[in-house]
């Protein structure tokens, strides 16, 4: 494993982090889920990225109870905050009251004094920038947050952000996009913006939704137990499938595999060896539900990608990635 720092900050994080949206406390049962945890700290992984609101907070337990016997400053622990955790009016968004709850609730399931990095899941138009800056504020003050992120926010609002960060002294340190070889779009504005303000990326989707995994094969049906084929995210998978699942995209992904066969990797380890290459990218989020997974995936980490790969990549996949930078968020 390879480890970088969070943009300008002086926190590193492993080059890949282990996410659990889906699958812990959902598509994977917690046997299997401290088993992939145990499988990530073994190869070096030091960085789990959670939310509040992943499996209906059932995500952050299991993380928490996976990690309550290893030392705690020897990893770093990311959550969030903004989406609905119960059916009370302020049971969701950016309010005050509902950062500084769900902030308690989420120590709580991780088994934890604090967090490394609290994000905010999305940006809160019914409620002013100061007053969620000042509760985050207030977080850090206490303890309980040491840096905080934000996620899937325009550059728009990420310079309002910045603007306040600074003058409220609030560590934002962070932003967690998606980002792929087929989604692009924060290319053009967010991520100028965050290199500017020193703001490091710890991007979702690396191979965007599975479908760069090349398991989705055109005119087949769904591979049995993945996600596409699973209702844990149902919603999401929806709009997924009326975007990556088109015999297109799918063929171009096939011809990417004999390019990675070509360079020793497989296609899901030359996916997250891409994002990687993006120097503002601090840490690349991959999720499993088996062990295995995490084993071959994690060599990915410390490849150098030759230019004449990335050009060939993005010669194979003309015309199909998405960069419109309207589809952030």
């Not at 303890?143 to 310079?159: M, P, R």
């Not at 503002?280 to 995936?297: R, T």
Request: hydrophobic letters at 40%; proline letters at 5%.
């Amino acid at each position: 494993m390879n480890y970088r720092k969070l943009g300008l900050s002086g926190l590193t994080v492993s080059e890949i982090a282990l996410g659990n949206w889906i699958t812990h406390g959902a598509q994977v049962d917690n046997d299997r889920a401290r088993a992939c945890v145990q499988a990530a700290l073994d190869v070096g992984i030091t960085t789990f990225d959670t939310a509040d609101v992943y499996s209906e907070t059932k995500a952050e337990v299991v993380l928490g109870q996976a990690l309550k016997e290893v030392r705690r400053e020897g990893i770093e622990l990311c959550t969030k905050v903004f989406h609905p955790t119960g059916t009370g009016h302020n049971d969701r968004g950016l309010s005050r009251k509902h950062i500084m709850e769900a902030c308690d609730r989420s120590l709580r399931r991780l088994q934890t004094d604090y967090i490394d990095v609290y994000f905010a899941h999305r940006f809160d138009p019914t409620v002013s920038l100061e007053e969620t800056f000042l509760a985050f504020s207030d977080l850090v003050r206490q303890g309980k947050v040491l840096y905080v992120g934000i996620s899937e926010w325009t550059a728009e609002q990420i310079e309002r952000g910045v603007a306040l960060a600074r003058e409220l002294r609030v560590p934002l340190i962070a932003s967690q996009p998606q980002y792929s070889m087929l989604w692009r779009v924060v290319e053009q504005e967010v991520l100028p913006v965050c290199k500017r303000e020193g703001i490091g990326q710890m991007v979702w989707s690396p191979l965007a939704q599975g479908i760069l995994s090349g398991k989705y094969a055109p005119d087949k049906p769904m591979p049995q137990g993945s996600r596409a084929s699973t209702t844990a995210g149902a919603p999401f998978f929806e709009r997924l499938a009326g975007q990556w699942l088109r015999s297109e995209v799918l063929l171009a992904v096939e011809r990417l595999i004999p390019l990675a066969s070509e360079i020793g990797l497989t296609l899901p380890q030359l996916a997250i060896a891409w994002v990687l290459q993006n120097p503002q990218v601090s840490s690349a989020i991959i999720g499993a539900s088996k062990p295995e997974q995490i084993h071959e995936n994690v060599k990915a980490a410390g490849v150098s990608l030759d230019p004449e790969v990335m050009k060939q990549i993005d010669h194979i996949l003309n015309g199909l990635v998405e960069r419109d930078p309207g589809k952030t968020g």
